[in-house]
């Protein structure tokens, strides 16, 4: 199994492992510091500049993230909607059809594009230098995955999905559709059952967010990731009976 195979099949272990990594970033408590949150850090940045109080840079800081979420949670429901929870979620790439239709009319990779949407908006609660590792790593990671993905699907799909890679941008979101919309339709109860942690965590930051608590924030990060296996695990029969 190639190496790619490999960070594919074990994507959410690997992303799991990355942000525990980034949020603990041992680097910098070296000498027993302490260190600040990112969010503090750019909330301080921005103020330094003096054309915001502090208490403004927070706020909007905070906003800027919770804008993040709320777009990664429609673009990656949007997606899972037209390509299915359960290929989603598949340990296994799959490569038996092209899915052109929905986001994918504007964007290849929207997926991938919610995944590092959620890591921007997470990294504001790791210290700095974990935000950096968190963004750095999962970039790299997700050029790895689109270019094993695409290899793929060239070689299996040969000339219909050629076709779409010289139409559809690879990471950007078109402004308007590439490609005519299809006869595909979106299943929104899995799409949403299967990215529920996305919408918990926005609900999250949009309640608490106000309090200045960074801690809250990552315990609803948590909570909204919990849920996520338990609605899996009740819903999965219905999803994979709507697939």
């Known amino acids: 199994m190639k190496f790619a195979d ?30 600040g949150s990112t969010w503090l850090w750019l909330a301080g940045t921005l ?12 706020i909007l800081v905070a906003a800027f993230a919770t804008l993040l979420l709320f777009l990664a949670a429609v673009v990656r429901t949007w997606a899972a909607a037209y390509l299915g929870s359960d290929v989603v ?10 899915v052109a239709d929905g986001p994918y009319r504007y964007v290849r990779n929207p997926l ?9 908006a997470i990294s504001i609660l790791m210290p700095p230098g974990g935000a950096l590792f968190a963004l750095v790593t999962v970039t ?3 050029v790895v ?3 094993a993905e695409e290899r793929k699907l060239t070689t299996e799909r040969g000339d219909a999905y050629t076709a779409y890679l010289k139409k559809v941008p690879r990471f950007f979101l078109a402004v308007v559709p590439r490609i005519p919309a299809g006869a595909a339709r979106p299943h929104w109860q899995q799409g949403f059952l299967g990215e529920i942690h996305l919408w918990g965590m926005t609900i ?10 960074v801690t809250i924030l990552e315990q609803g990060v948590l909570i909204s990731v919990g849920i996520t296996f338990l609605v899996r695990a009740i819903w999965r029969p219905a999803i994979s009976a709507n697939s």
């Open 6 to 35: 490999l960070l594919f099949r074990f994507r959410r272990l690997v992303l799991i492992l990355i942000f525990v990594v980034a949020f603990w970033a041992p680097w910098e408590r070296w000498g027993g510091a302490h260190p």
């Open 140 to 142: 790299l990671l997700i």
């Open 47 to 58: 103020a330094a500049t003096g054309l915001l109080p502090i208490a403004t840079s927070t």
């Open 204 to 213: 999250t930051y949009l309640i608490f967010a106000h309090r200045y608590n």
């Open 145 to 147: 995955w689109v270019l």
């Open 112 to 120: 991938y594009l919610g995944t590092w949407l959620l890591t921007a």
């Open 89 to 98: 979620h598949d340990r296994d790439l799959h490569a038996e059809r092209v």
